[in-house]
């Protein structure tokens, strides 16, 4: 019997250490919420409704801080990073189709069909604007990264003030 409950006794030994595994994962950080502040955005000009409001507003939320800038006051954008790349104004519904030319005096009227810029009610892709899904506009943009090569960089053609099949 004394034989018995030593043989219990490594084996509950046993599965006491072998059940317990060292967790080498990092322990997850939970932010705390906010305190919270109140910002009120200056995106209106004039009396327009704020769904057409004439400002765009960008908001530092670590300074609280906002900076309104017109909404059609620029129509590209451009990023100088670890790439060069160029942003739409999606304010004011831009698109931009590339054509398969590389050399902008060669383009003629015949090398696009202006129907293809078309945005909205059903007409155009995402191919034709930046895409908003992204969680950084920089990952998918609608004209590809300007590149050292110039036959990569394609001639592109913008529609300024897209808005809905226009």
Not at 14 to 19: G, I, P, Q, S
């Amino acid at each position: 019997m004394n034989k018995f409950n030593s043989i219990i006794a490594i084996a509950l030994l046993a599965v006491t250490f072998t059940a317990c595994k060292k967790d080498n994962e990092e322990p997850i950080v939970v932010a705390p919420p906010s305190d919270g502040s109140t910002l009120t955005l200056n995106g209106l000009i004039s009396t327009e409704a704020g769904s057409a409001a004439g400002n765009s507003v960008y908001v530092d939320f670590s300074s609280d801080k906002q900076t309104s800038v017109e909404r059609d006051s620029w129509d590209l954008g451009f990023y100088s990073g670890s790439d060069f790349k160029v942003i739409l104004n999606a304010t004011n519904g831009s698109s931009v189709i590339a054509l398969a030319k590389t050399d902008i005096n060669t383009v003629t009227a015949a090398d696009f069909d202006p129907n293809t810029l078309k945005v909205g009610q059903g007409g155009g892709t995402f191919a034709l604007i930046d895409d908003p899904r992204e969680a950084n506009i920089l990952t998918k943009t609608a004209i590809a990264a300007i590149s050292a090569t110039d036959a990569d960089n394609k001639v592109y053609i913008i529609n300024r003030k897209g808005g809905a099949n226009t």
